[in-house]
């Protein structure tokens, strides 16, 4: 099963993964690293790790192994969403 950390909703304001930059899915491009996000029962859940867009589906970046879930949005992939997954400084 694939990592996932779930969005927290915020009362009264806009879905909270449209204040985050989310975007939907079918406009996702091609060969960058992004961050996707599923709906499950109701919640919105990101991955905790970079995903990229090819023709066949999704995968994870570095390893190009399947991603195996159905995204509903994305958004640009910052290491400092996941500190797990970020890079060195330079």
């Given amino acids: 099963m694939e990592k996932l950390t779930k969005l927290k909703p915020d009362g009264d304001k806009p879905p909270y993964h449209t204040q985050m930059g989310w975007q ?3 406009t996702a491009p091609f060969d960058r690293d992004l961050q996707l996000a599923v709906i499950h ?3 919105v859940y ?3 790790f970079p995903c ?3 023709l066949r589906g999704w995968v994870k970046t570095g390893t ?3 991603v195996v879930v ?3 949005h994305w958004r ?3 290491d400092a969403v ?3 997954f970020s890079r060195p400084a330079s």
């Fill in 52 to 54: 990229r867009r090819v």
């Fill in 76 to 78: 640009e992939w910052d």
């Fill in 41 to 43: 029962v109701g919640s």
């Fill in 46 to 48: 990101a991955l905790v």
């Fill in 64 to 66: 190009n192994e399947p």
């Fill in 70 to 72: 159905r995204p509903t």
């Fill in 24 to 26: 939907s899915i079918s």
């Fill in 82 to 84: 996941s500190p797990i």
